[in-house]
C-alpha cells in the first residue's frame, strides 16, 4: 500500500507577496530575490512516498528497547525448530525494535535527473552543475525516525528545515518549516523518501551553493542534517 502526498509552493515577487527567503544578516536575500533568484524565486515541489511495512493482518504492538534480548531468544528458538513463519515475524519485531535505538539520519542524498516513481528509483545526475533553465532535483531518505503508539496507530512527524546557502556565507533562501509531515497507520512506515525540486533562472549570480537540510524528529526531538553542494553558472 503507498501514499503519495504533493506540496507546491509558488513565492511570487509582488513585494506585498511572500518573500523568497528569510533574511538572516545583511539584506542579501532581499536583493536576490528583487534580481529574480531562481526565475524570479521557487517554484518548490514535494512529492512525498510513503510505503507501509507489511505486516500481520492483526496489527502490531509498538516497539519495546527492553525487549532486544528476549526478542533475539525467541528468533534463535524459532531458528532451530524451522518454524519459518514465526521467525519472520519476530524478526519484523526486532527490526522495529533496532530501527528506533540507531540515530536519526538522512540518508542517500542523491542529484537526480528525474522525480522518482518510488522509493529507490533513483537515476543519478553525471554531475552537480547546473546552467540556467535547469532544475535542481534532490532525492533523500530520512531513516530511523520515531513512532508515536497510540493503540493500534504508529504516527510520524516529521519536520524539514531548507537552506539554500551562496558562496559559503549568504543564506539565499530559508524555510524553517518548508516541510511538515504527520501520519499514522497500522504499520510504521519506514520506507520514506524527499523530493526536492527547484528551477534554476538566470537571476542567480553564478557560482557555488549549498542545499542544507534539516530533519526534525517532533516525536524523539532528534535532529539531523545532510548537505550536497552544487554550482551554477548562466
Not at 518548490?44 to 507501509?52: G, S
Not at 534480548?69 to 519476530?90: R, T, Y
Not at 526486532?94 to 533513483?122: A, I, K, M
Amino acid at each position: 500500500m503507498a501514499l503519495t502526498a504533493h506540496l507546491i509552493r509558488w513565492f511570487p515577487l509582488d513585494e506585498a507577496a511572500v518573500p523568497c527567503g528569510q533574511q538572516e544578516g545583511g539584506d542579501g536575500v532581499r536583493k536576490f530575490t528583487n534580481t529574480g533568484l531562481l526565475t524570479g524565486c521557487f517554484l518548490l515541489v514535494v512529492i512525498l512516498l510513503l510505503t507501509w511495512t507489511p505486516a500481520s493482518v492483526h496489527g502490531e504492538s509498538c516497539p519495546q528497547p527492553g525487549h532486544l534480548g528476549e526478542l533475539n531468544q525467541l528468533l534463535q528458538g524459532a531458528l532451530a525448530n524451522e518454524a519459518w513463519a514465526e521467525a519472520a515475524e519476530l524478526l519484523e519485531s526486532l527490526q522495529r525494535v533496532l530501527w528506533s535505538e540507531v540515530p536519526l539520519t538522512v540518508q542517500n542524498v542523491y542529484h537526480v535527473s528525474r522525480s522518482p516513481g518510488f522509493f529507490g528509483d533513483v537515476v543519478q545526475r553525471p554531475d552537480t552543475h547546473y546552467v540556467s533553465g535547469d532544475t535542481l532535483r534532490v532525492y533523500a531518505e530520512p531513516q530511523h525516525y520515531h513512532f508515536d503508539c497510540r493503540g493500534a496507530v504508529f504516527m510520524m512527524h516529521l519536520v524539514l528545515d531548507v537552506k539554500i546557502i551562496y558562496d559559503g556565507t549568504r543564506i539565499v533562501f530559508h524555510d524553517p518549516e518548508f516541510l511538515r509531515y504527520r501520519v499514522g497507520g497500522i504499520h510504521p512506515a519506514r520506507e520514506f523518501f524527499v523530493d526536492l525540486s527547484f528551477e534554476l533562472g538566470p537571476g542567480i549570480p553564478p557560482g557555488p551553493y549549498v542545499l542544507a537540510l534539516e530533519l526534525t524528529d517532533r516525536i524523539s526531538g532528534n535532529t539531523a542534517v545532510a548537505e550536497t553542494a552544487f554550482t551554477f553558472e548562466h
